[in-house]
Nanobody, 116 residues
């Protein structure tokens, strides 16, 4: 059974940092690319960052380039999202995502709120 469990969200002031984690189980983690998405209130879910199986290639939404870093530890079956210089517009629920064959899998999400 595929399971993705996010953690690390919270309330942070503008300019602050958070590190999100996504613990994966139920599939061969090292063989699958992973992504982070986010959904702000009243908006659709959008891609934040993605990383290939060995972490050699990463991609970012333009709005987070230079501030966020995605990484993975295949020994721990975990993908991370380091978020620096956070802005109020980064406020959203952040979701971990994996595609296995024809299926999309999502975690339950973790809330990130950036506010003074």
């Amino acid at each position: 059974q595929v399971k993705l469990v996010e953690s690390g969200g919270g309330l942070v002031h503008p300019g602050g940092s958070l590190r999100l984690s996504c613990a994966a189980s139920g599939f061969t983690f090292s063989s699958d690319a992973m992504s982070w998405y986010r959904q702000a209130p009243g908006k659709g879910r959008g891609l934040v960052a993605s990383i290939t199986t060995a972490g050699g290639t990463t991609n970012y939404a333009d709005s987070v380039k230079g501030r966020f870093t995605i990484s993975r530890d295949n020994a721990k079956n975990t993908v991370y999202l380091q978020m620096n210089s956070l802005k109020p517009e980064d406020t959203a629920v952040y979701y971990c995502h994996a595609v296995l064959g024809p299926y999309n899998y999502w975690g339950q999400g973790t809330q990130v709120t950036v506010s003074s």
